[in-house]
Structure formats: structure tokens, C-alpha cells
């Protein structure tokens, strides 16, 4: 920000920030976190009077002397003046990357290099409805407020613990902003502009701007949060008394440089400590956690988020898992399209309680609906180390436990290798079946490329899925169990919503089934007739001159349901099931009021 450099050049005496940050493991330049509190003790000042900025006034209200030409701030803020929600930009304007995620901030061109070193780190702001939701689903309304005390572990500029001071009714707001809410970052200047943020929700409140500043500052320690908790020491260094914790965060996202677990085990995943906390800090019979991270909490196999879910059944509690798409709209806007999980621990037995959900799908229309535990689903105390199921429902729940006993495998079935398009050109069939490496609204699911789809261009080298099988009726029924609506509903509950990794073929339960004559010649059929109509809607698209094609299900609505009913059938569940089915894939293509899986009905073509 311009307002900045102008305070640089004062060379600020920033002894009375160094005097509120005493306990910091980390440090910077005081002279820059002068520059920035300059203007953050402006942008408040605002946001208290709804003036246009006088950094005279501003000084003159916080009360910290000095000589400078405050009135040189005034200039570069002027962009600002007038601006009605700048109380809830003020958090986005305070950051050393540059606003990154606000679209209301983000018109400047200038900050693409700071978007994307905030997007390569994984950090993202996290918009104010996401923080009132979380703060909401923690708070004890049956407890006095001010005997909990909140702490948020990668505090950023203050978001969570704002929203926690805004949900505090009782009189004297000042006095439980300077006593009940804390945090830690690895950034000294994250903790002064959480200060900030603070500050500006009493500054209308409070007697001596300075002291409060100074006051809610202390609560905010600048260290290596993963370390400090592994070390046990955490909690005692931030709590403010006796009372229960609410613990509530957004970590950092990104892989990269290794953190250790609390078992000493290191991770690239830098938001697995995180949730280590909401049992290994938050550790009280009271305590209560929630924490935003990405999707990949339930649905990543590897090792170290295998022990991390174990870990979370293990230590018990109750947790809600809510999961949220990133199409059509993201969580946390268009510049950070990730999928994401809000994660909520409350008091529970052990094992632990699990409360599951479907991967959401919303528009922006929509987004004063999502922030609802209305849709998660009760598991029990099943076990999530291996994945966490995203479920929409008790039917679906019932259908995913029915599948389970068909897990254990029982004689030969196609096993997945990986194939490329231009291998599986022509117009002659092969005992083969291909499934596309990601997917959205449908499987992709093909028996060969024709010749005439080819000549458009050069085929994409995406990889694709070949389930190699022993028999051309074999490969008809798993074209059948694949192209089915309970294949795809599978693919959802269990992946991440884009790719479809070859695990997820080799363990699909379907295909474990020991099916009888009669029924596998109904299937062999279903899979011809599905594989005739896939064919009727074919999709092109090109992405830098490479193609790729889709075989959408439009035409094949009844076969499909004939296909879900016969599973149905040899799993043992109620026929229902392919009722459920349907409306299954109504609400996840059907967004919003809009159709998103309807016939084409112009010639197949390139959609670029």
C-alpha cells in the first residue's frame, strides 16, 4: 500500500509496539511495523469517526506523540474515504502480501505478485460469514461468555478473533477484547494488525486507544505455532485464566517444507499440526475447536493423513465435517479456488463421533444458505482413517455401509492400469473399458476413441484409466457398473470431486460383486445399450490445441437407473436406492436452479 512507503520515510519511534510484544519468539524490523501501524492507527480512526483520513486526528485520538507530517498519510488514502464496509476490509488491507482474496480489493492489477505468493504459501484470508459461522458453532450459548476464553493458532490479521468480540453481548467489550482472546503467527506484524482489527471493533468503546491497543497485543504471540505445541507449553503461555478454550483457525494450506506432528513425524502438509491442536491444546473436558482446511482432511490416503484421522477417532469428541466445493464458487473466493472443510470438535465419547457431509456445490446466490450443520450425517463411531465419506443423507449412509462387506475381494476382477488417448483410437472394440482421470458432473467412462472423433487435432495426454478385463461380456458389465449413477455417487463420497485415481477403481466395491448368470447377462446387455447411447453425446474440448472427449450420460437416463436397480438388487438394499440415486445427481448438477448436465443438441463440436 502507497500509505506505506509515505510512513517509512518518517522513521517512526516504535518502542511503545516493541513494549506490547515483550514475549515474541519472532522478529522484524520495528521500523516497518511502525510504517504499517501508522497506517492501520489511521484506517481505524476512520472506521471510528467515518471521516476521511487525517492522520492528525488519528495520532491525536490513539495518543501516541510525534513530530511527523501525519498529514501526508492522507493522500494515498483517499481511494478509501467514504468506503461504508471499510471496518470489513480493514482485515484485508492490513497485509504485508497485498489483498489477495476480497474481490472488493482486488481490482488492482499492481498485487498480482503478492496473489500469488499468498496462493504459493496456502495462506487465505478467510471472509468474515465463514468466521461467524465457525465462532457460532463453538460458542457455548448456555455458558457465561466471558468464562470462555478464544485462541487462534495462525491469527493472520484478527478475522476469527473479530468475529468472537462481535459475538460478545455483554457491556464491557473492551475489557474482554484486552482479557479472553489470543493467538499466536509466526509473523510479529500478523499480531499487530490482529491487534488492529481488535481495536477497531471498540474503538468507539474505549478510553485510551493506547492501552487497549497495547493490552489485546500482549494476548498475540509472535512464534513457530506448530513447534510451541509440540513443545506442550502453548496453552500455558496464551491462557488468561480458568475457563474453556475455543480454538479456531485458518492454517496455512500449502505443502512444502517439513512440520512435525506431535509424535515427531514429519508432514509437508502444513495444516496437520493444526488439528493436532484441537486435542493436544484444546485438551479440557470443555474445550471446543473448529478449524478450515482443505478438502483433503477426509479424502488424501497418505500416511500422514491416515494417522491424523485415527488420531482425531482416537482422542474423541464430536466432529462435524462440513465439505464445500470450489466450483461454481469458492469458499474463499475466485483468486483461492480451493476445496475445503470447516472441521468442528466438540465434548464427545471416545472414539470419537463422527457427523459427516456432502461435497457442497454453490453459487454466490446461494452462500447465506451453506453455513448450515443442518446437512451433516450422522456415522457413529465409524472409522474414518482410511477416508472420510462424504454423505448427503441417512439413505446414502445406509447405502455406503451396505457396499462395505463387498470390499474384501473374492476371485479375479479388472485391476486398473493407465493408458493414453492416441493407444485407443479405432473403431474395433477391445475386452478394454477407459474411465477419464477426472470427472465432474458424470464419469467419463468409453470403450475406445473413434476414428472420426480424432482428426480435429492432436489428443491430449491426459492421463486415462484402462480396466483391462478377461472377456468382451466382462468389459459390457463393467461399462454397465461404471457408467452407473451409483459408480459416480460413489466416486463422490469417497474422492476429492475432480480426479479419479486409479485406487479408487481398484477398491470399488462393485466390481468385488460374485454375480450369477442370469443377472451378469442383464448387465452385459445394460452395459451395450449404455456404451450405444454414451456415444450419442460426445463432447470435444480443446485446451491449447490438445483434445479431449467426453461421453456424457444424457442419453442413457433409463439404462442407468435399470443398471442402479439391478445393483441394487445383488447388493441387497431396497430398490429405493436408484430413486436416491437420481435426485442424488439432480442436486450435485443441478446448481442453483440451473441444469448443468442437459443434451447438446448441436452437432459434436470443439468447445474451447
Known sequence: MAAVGVARKFKLDGSWIEDASLRDMMRVPLLERAAWAAVAITLVDMIRTGLPADGVRAYGWFGVGSSAEWSALNAPLEPLNGQTNLSELLPYLLDTYGRTTRLDVMRDTSLSFSRAERKKVGSFYTPADVADFMVSAIADSARAESDEWWLDPAVGSGVFLAAALRRYRADDRVKFAESRLTGCDISPQACDFAAFTLLAEVAGETQNPLATWAAIRSNLLAVDTPTAARSGDLRARLAPGKGPLRLICNPPYATGGAVHMADG???TSLYLPFIEMSWTVASGLDDAAALVVPLALGANRSSDHRRCRSAMTAHGGEWTLLFFDRQPHALFGEEAKTRATIAIRRPGPAPASIRTSRLLKWTSRQRSTIFSEARAVKIGQASIARLVPKL????????YRALEPYRLRSGARPEPTKATASEIVGTTLSADVFVAGTAYNFLNV???????????????ASGINRMRCATMEEADI??????????????HVECDGFHVPAWFLAELPLLN????????????RLGRSAWAGLQRDVICSANRDRLTFAFRPTEIGDVRSEIDMLLAGLIGID?????????FERQVVSIDGTVRLARNKRDIGVQK
Request: a positive charge; glycine letters at 6%.
Open 265 to 267: 513425524r514429519p508432514t
Open 392 to 399: 448427503g443423507s441417512g439413505a446414502e449412509f445406509a447405502l
Open 446 to 460: 468409453f470403450r475406445n476413441y473413434p476414428d472420426q472423433l480424432s482428426w480435429r487435432g492432436t489428443l491430449s
Open 478 to 491: 463393467v461399462t454397465a457398473i461404471l457408467s452407473s449413477r451409483m459408480a459416480y455417487w460413489l466416486w
Open 513 to 524: 460383486m460374485q454375480i450369477q448368470k442370469g443377472p451378469a447377462k442383464e448387465l452385459a
Open 575 to 583: 430398490t429405493d436406492a436408484s430413486a436416491m440415486l437420481r435426485d
